[in-house]
C-alpha cells in the first residue's frame, strides 16, 4: 500500500439514503471525520443514491438532519447518481481489457448454476467464454446483458490487502464469483459505483463498518482492473456496533433506539454523541473517557481502533425513558452539560423550555440554569428539574411533605408562619435570606434542616430541589409567599 502525505490524504463518508442515519453509519461518519482533521486532510461526503427504488427523501433529509446536529461539517459533497457517465466509462475501461464480459443470461436460478466448493454460483462458463466478436453481436442486436469481472480462475492466484484494524487479508480468486459491474438495465452495482467514484475523487483511505470487509477483494480487482494499481486505498474497516444480546443494532428490529435523531430529541449533546460513539470500539492511549471535540482530534488514530464489536448496553424492553440509552451515553452526556459554560447552556435550554408552553425571559433561564446544571443528564431534564420556577402555582403535593425530620405538622406550621414574616421584611438575597433563617431556626430551637425543609416543599413542591437561598432569589418575593400561605393552609 502506498504512503500518503498529510496534503494527499482524502476520506469519504458514501451512505445510502434508504432509512434514518444510523448511529453506526455516524460512527463511521465521525471516524473518518476525525482521521481526516488529525491529517490535515479533506473530508468528502458522498450519497450513494444509485439504489433507485429503495432511496427516499424522507432518508436523504434525515441524513442531513443527522449529520449537521453532529456540527463537524465535510469539505466536498457528491451524489453518486450525477456520476452514471464516470461509472460507465470505468466499467468500459475493464471490458476493453478483456477484464470482464458480457453475460446474456437471465438471473441465475436453479441447482445447474452452482459451482463454488460451497454450492455458490461462481460463474457461467458459456458467458464467460463466448468470443468476443459473438459478445459484440448480440449485444448489436439488442440482447441485454449484464457485465460482470472476469475473476482469475485456475491459476490459484490470491487476493490480497492490508487492512489497518484485522490485518492482512487474504482469498483465494477462485472462490469470488464473477460479480457484476453493470445490471442489465445499464446501471451500475454498488461495488462498480463505489470504487469508481473512490478512484475519481482520490480516495486515500476507505474507513468503513466491518460488514464491507468481505466486499474488498472484489473492490481491490476493480481498483486493479481500471488502472488503479498505485492508488489503490489503505482500508481500515470498523467493528459493528451490538446489541446487549449480541445481534446487530438493527433499523428493522431495534427501532428508534439506533436512529441518530433519537439521541438529539431526547436532548443528547452533539459533542456527548460523539464522544460516546467514538468510545464504541475506539480508545484513546491514555484510556481517557471524558473527551472535547479538539482532544479527540488530536488522540485519534487507525491503531487505537479495536477488532471486537462495541456493545451498545440499552434495555429491551426499557421500562423508563433513560433505559432507552446505554449508561455512559447518559454519563457522559451530564458531565458535558457541567463543562457548558453557564449561557451556552442556558441557550440551548431556553427552547424545550418555550416548547413546553412556558414563556419566560432569557434572563430568568440564565438564573436558573446553573441551580440545575448538576442536576440534570439530558437536556429535556430541564423540564423536571426545574418545572416550578416554571409554573404559577405549584401541582398538588402531599401535605406530610412539609413535616421536617422529627418533627410534626405543628412544628411544619411554626417553620412557615414565621419563614413568611421573614421573607416579607428581608432583601430576597442569598446572604441576608440564609442569616435570617439561620438567627429564626437557633431562636426557635431548631436544627437549620428542620427550618429549611418545610419552606423548600413550600416553595417547590418537593424535598429534592435545588439549594435553597438561590431558589428563593430566583423565585423571588411575591411568588415565595404565595406559596408559603398556600402551604401553610394545607397544614391548618
Partial sequence: MPLYSKVMLRVRFAPSPTGFLHVGSARTFIFNWL?????????????????????????????????RWLNLGWDEEYKQSERLALHRQIADAIFQKDLAYRDFTPAHTGETEKSG???????????????????????????????????????????????????????????????????????????????????????????????????????????????????????AHLPLLVAPDGSKLSKRRHGPVVSVTTYRDAGFLPEAFINFLCLLGWSPKDNREKMTRQEL??????????????????KEPAATPEETFDPKALWLNAEHIRALPVGELSAQLLPLVHAAGFQISSEKMDAITPLIRERIKLLRDVLTAADFFFVEKLPPYDAAELIPQ??????????????????????????????????AAQEMGLKAGQMFQPIRVAVCGRKNA???????????????????????????
Fill in 117 to 235: 466448493a460451497n454450492q455458490t454460483w461462481l460463474f457461467n462458463p458459456g458467458m464467460r467464454e463466448l468470443s468476443r466478436a459473438e459478445s459484440d453481436r448480440r449485444a448489436a442486436a439488442g440482447e441485454s446483458f449484464a457485465l460482470r469481472f472476469r475473476v482469475p480462475r485456475g491459476r490459484s492466484e490470491h487476493v490480497r490487502f492490508a487492512d489497518a484494524v484485522y490485518g492482512e487479508q487474504s482469498k483465494l480468486a477462485d472462490d469470488i464469483e464473477d460479480f457484476a459491474l453493470l445490471r442489465s438495465d445499464g446501471m451500475p452495482t454498488y461495488h462498480l459505483a463505489s470504487c469508481a467514484d473512490d478512484i475519481d475523487l482520490r480516495i486515500s483511505h476507505i474507513i468503513r463498518g466491518q460488514d464491507h470487509l468481505s466486499n474488498t477483494y472484489k473492490h481491490v480487482l476493480i481498483f486493479e482492473g481500471a488502472g488503479a494499481g498505485t492508488k489503490t486505498p489503505q482500508f
Fill in 406 to 439: 422529627k418533627g410534626d405538622a405543628a412544628m411544619a406550621l411554626k417553620v412557615l408562619t414565621r419563614a413568611k414574616e421573614i421573607f416579607s421584611q428581608t432583601e430576597f438575597k442569598h446572604d441576608p435570606l440564609d442569616q435570617a433563617l439561620r438567627a
Fill in 35 to 67: 482521521y481526516a482533521r488529525h491529517n490535515g486532510g479533506t473530508m468528502v461526503l458522498r450519497l450513494d443514491d444509485t439504489d433507485v427504488e429503495r432511496n427516499t427523501d424522507a432518508s436523504v433529509n434525515s441524513i442531513f438532519d443527522g449529520l
Fill in 297 to 314: 482530534i488530536d488522540a485519534f488514530s487507525l491503531e487505537g481502533i479495536n477488532r471486537a464489536n462495541a456493545v451498545v448496553n440499552f
Fill in 466 to 492: 435545588p439549594p435553597l437561598f438561590e431558589t428563593l432569589q430566583v423565585l423571588e418575593k411575591e411568588t415565595t409567599l404565595a406559596r408559603i400561605d398556600e402551604a401553610i393552609q394545607k397544614l391548618t
